[in-house]
Each structure stands twice: as structure tokens, then as C-alpha cells.
């Protein structure tokens, strides 16, 4: 299932050195927020988080929030971190980072989605045509049952990865 495959896989987004990104040329990085910068809903980023999206910053890299979540729960998360971002991105359909890229005059080789969920995050990213796809492990299961099927059927995709990609899981 290469579609649903990403590219790499770390436990954390903290875990992810700069050079990662500026060594495969990539300018900028979209950010799920939840499950990714923090847990479910949680309006307080992760420990760790605002000290690494400093130094992707003075890496040079371009952080943009594109969250399938609304409004009300993304703009004052962003606010706090200073980012930019797109709220109701309708990940797994790739329109939103495809028109975050356009707006920064990025090319989607350039550019590297991180999310926690392979049905939306990773789908988004392989469905954008270069664009880079990086899983980050969630922090916290959810419990709506939504959640929990998907996180069900996210398992066999990735037990399978672990095992045919170990060169691409970083921990
Ligand atoms: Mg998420």
C-alpha cells in the first residue's frame, strides 16, 4: 500500500533535526496540530515544541498549521506559536497543501507534511505529487469511536512498513 506509506516515520516531531529537511532541499514544512504539536484539543503545545519550531525557523524553513480541526481550535494554537495557518483542510485531499505551497511560491518537492494519522496527514502529503510525507507516532489515543476505527486500520498498514522499511522508522 504505497499510497498510504510515508515517507519516514518518527516517534516525536521533536525527534526531527533540521538538516533532515534542508539536506533532501525541502522550504517548508506543514504542521498537523493535533496529535502532532499536542494532544486532542489540548490549547497547550507539547513540551519541546516552541524550542523546535525555532530551529526549523533558523534553518530557514517556512511552518505553516494545516489542520483538519476548525477555527476556534486551531487560530489562537497557531497564534501562540506565531504560525500562519489553514483550519478545515479536508486532509486526505491534497487541495490545501497544494494552495499553502502556491501562496509561498514553494514547489511541492519542497515541501514535507508531518501528521499522526495515515488516512488523512500521510494520504495528503502521497496524494501531492513530491511532496514529502512524515508520520510522527500520536501522543495520546482519542477516544471518540471515529478514532478508533481508523486507529484500527491504520495497524496493519503500519506493522507492515516497520517491517519492509525499517530504514525509513527513525527510533
Ligand atoms: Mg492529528
Not at 494532544?39 to 519550531?53: M, S
Request: neutral net charge; proline residues 8%.
Amino acid at each position: 500500500m504505497p499510497i498510504l506509506a510515508p515517507d519516514h516515520w518518527f516517534r516525536r516531531i521533536t525527534d526531527i533535526p533540521a538538516e533532515f529537511f534542508v539536506k533532501q532541499n525541502i522550504r517548508l514544512i506543514a504542521l498537523d496540530v493535533d496529535n502532532t504539536l499536542t494532544t486532542h484539543d489540548n490549547p497547550v503545545p507539547a513540551e519541546g515544541t516552541e524550542q523546535w519550531l525555532e530551529k526549523m525557523r533558523d534553518a530557514g524553513l517556512t511552518l505553516v498549521i494545516l489542520s483538519n480541526n476548525n477555527a476556534p481550535r486551531v487560530e489562537p494554537f497557531a497564534e501562540k506559536l506565531g504560525l500562519s495557518y489553514a483550519a478545515k483542510a479536508a486532509k486526505p485531499l491534497p487541495f490545501g497543501l497544494i494552495r499553502t505551497c502556491r501562496e509561498h511560491g514553494i514547489s511541492l518537492k519542497e515541501c514535507a507534511i508531518i501528521g499522526d494519522q495515515i488516512y488523512t496527514d500521510i494520504l495528503c502529503g502521497n496524494l501531492a505529487p513530491g511532496a514529502l510525507s512524515v508520520l510522527v507516532t500520536l501522543m495520546e489515543p482519542e477516544d471518540k469511536p471515529f478514532f478508533r476505527l481508523k486507529r484500527k486500520l491504520e495497524q496493519p498498514v503500519l506493522c507492515s512498513f516497520k517491517k519492509r522499511h525499517s530504514d525509513r522508522v527513525h527510533f
